[in-house]
Every structure is written in C-alpha cells, then in structure tokens.
Nanobody, 126 residues
Framework: QVQVVESGGGLVQAGGSLRLSCAAS????????MGWFRQAPGKEREFVAA????????LYADSVKGRFTCSRDNNKNTLYLQMNTLKPEDTAVYYC???????????????????WGQGTQVTVSS
C-alpha cells in the first residue's frame, strides 16, 4: 500500500520561504516521477512542479518558475519543494503526488498521478 505524507506547511509573510517535504512509502520510490500540486479555496487543483524518476528533469508552472525548486532524495524516499519569495497568491493546500508508471517522467497532468497525500496548508500573509 502506497502512503504519501506531506509536511512543512505553515504561515509565512510575503517574501519569505518555506520548504515542503513529502515522504513516500510502499513502493520503490526511486522508480517513479513525482509532483506537487496546489488548490486554493474555490479553485481547481493546479500543477506546481514535477520531477522525473532520476531527479534529472524538472518541470514548473509559469507562476512559480524562478521562485520554487523541486528536488528529490531517493536514498531518503523524500521529495522536496523549496519555495522562496512567497506571494499571497501562493496560499493554498499543497499536495504531493506519485505517478503510476515506473521510470516515469515529470508531468503537469493531474490525471497521470495515481497516489496523493492529504495535503499541507501554506498561508502567505501580505
């Protein structure tokens, strides 16, 4: 059984930084692409960042490019999202997701992810 657990959310002032972590278990973590998505109140879930199974390729939404960095440590079975220069519009619940296919690439499509965490709240005050 695959389990995905996010941590690291919180309240931060605009311009500040947070680092989210995602611990995945139940499968060989290093074989799967992973991603971060977010959902603000009243809005649909949207893509934030993704990384392929090796960690050598990343993909970012235009809204976070240059401010967020997605990385992974396969030895620790952990995915990270370093968020810098945070803005109030970054406020949302952030979700970690795992792709279903082995040796998978990074992807921005929510339907290509099979396993999801419960989410962690990020609130950026102005």
């Amino acid at each position: 059984q695959v389990q995905v657990v996010e941590s690291g959310g919180g309240l931060v002032q605009a311009g500040g930084s947070l680092r989210l972590s995602c611990a995945a278990s139940g499968r060989t973590f290093s074989r799967y692409g992973m991603g971060w998505f977010r959902q603000a109140p009243g809005k649909e879930r949207e893509f934030v960042a993704a990384i392929n199974w090796t960690g050598g390729s990343t993909l970012y939404a235009d809204s976070v490019k240059g401010r967020f960095t997605c990385s992974r440590d396969n030895n620790k079975n952990t995915l990270y999202l370093q968020m810098n220069t945070l803005k109030p519009e970054d406020t949302a619940v952030y979700y970690c997701a795992v792709r279903g296919g082995t040796y998978s690439s990074s992807s921005s499509y929510v339907n290509e992810y099979d396993y999801w965490g419960q989410g962690t709240q990020v609130t950026v005050s102005s």
